[in-house]
C-alpha cells in the first residue's frame, strides 16, 4: 500500500469521524433545548413538491404544537409545556421518510412561524369576524403558514400562497373551511402584497380589453340595412291574423274570381228561366 493511498484512507475516516461528531452535536443541542436547524441541507429535495410536502409537514406540526405548548401558554399553564416546536421537528423527521421533503423549509416554517405567532395572529384577526382562539385548530395552522408566506416569503407569488393553502385544506381541513381560509387570505394578500395585486388586476384587465377589441365590430349603416330587410320581411310575411274571414252573414265579402264565374252562371240560367216563363 502506498503512502498516498493511507494518506486518502486516514483523510476520509478522519471526515467521517468529524461528520459523526457533528451529528452528536446537533441532536444533543435539540435534546437541550437548542432551537438550532440545518438549513443547508443540499442532498434532500427542493422542488415544488417537496415544498408542498413541507408545508404539510408544517401545518401537522404547527397543529400538534398550537395544542400542546401554545395552548398551555395562552392559559398561563407554563409547567406543562414539553413539546417545544424544534422537539416536534426532530421526532417528525425520526419517524418519517423525508428524503422527498425541503427539510429547509420545514424546518424553517417550524422555527419561525411560533416565534412570529404574536404578530401573525394580529395580522389575520384583523380579516377575522371571530376571535383567533376561536378558530378550528387546522384553519389557524393553515392561516399562519399562509400569513407568513405573505409577510415572509415575496418571492412566492400570492396566488400560489393561496392555492397551496386550498390544497391544504382540501387535505386536513373540513369540507366548508376553504370559504373562510380563502377569503381571508385574499384580504391579507390586498394588504401585505398590494403592489403585487394590483399589477395582476392590471394586467386581468388588459387581457380582457385584448380580447373585447378582438371581437368583429358592425358599423351603423350594416345595422340599418339589416333592420330594414328585417322589417320589410314581417311586413310581406302573411300571418294568420291578416287573412280576411268569410262569414255567411256578411254578403259585401269579396269573393275569389271562381266565385264570380259561377255565380255569373247561375244568374243567367235564372234569367233565362224567367224568360220562357213569361212566354208560356
Known sequence: MTDQLKRAISAAKTAQANDGQAEATRIASSSAGDQTFDM??????????????ARRFAMQGLYEWLVTDRRFDVDGKLGWKANAPHDIAARTRATNAMHTVHIGYYHEMMRDIPEQIEALDAIISQHLDREVDKL??????????????????????YKVVLDEAMK??????????????????????????????????????????????????????????TAAETESAIVDEPTASNKPRISANKANVKRSSASKASA?????????????DTKD
Do not use: W
Not at 378550528?136 to 412566492?156: F, K, M, P, S
Open 136 to 157: 378550528d385548530t387546522v384553519e389557524h395552522a393553515i392561516l399562519l403558514i399562509g400569513a407568513y408566506e405573505l409577510q415572509n416569503r415575496v418571492e412566492i407569488p
Open 40 to 53: 443547508s441541507e443540499s442532498s434532500y429535495k427542493t422542488s415544488h413538491t417537496a415544498i408542498r410536502k
Open 168 to 225: 391544504l385544506n382540501n387535505h386536513f381541513g373540513a369540507t366548508d373551511a376553504h370559504k373562510l381560509i380563502n377569503a381571508v387570505l385574499d384580504k391579507m394578500a390586498g394588504e401585505l402584497r398590494a403592489l403585487e395585486v394590483q399589477a395582476d388586476t392590471n394586467a386581468n384587465l388588459r387581457t380582457s380589453q385584448k380580447a373585447a377589441a378582438k371581437q368583429p365590430e358592425v358599423s351603423s349603416a350594416d345595422n340599418i340595412e
Open 264 to 276: 255569373n252562371i247561375s244568374d243567367f240560367k235564372a234569367s233565362k228561366k224567367n224568360a220562357n
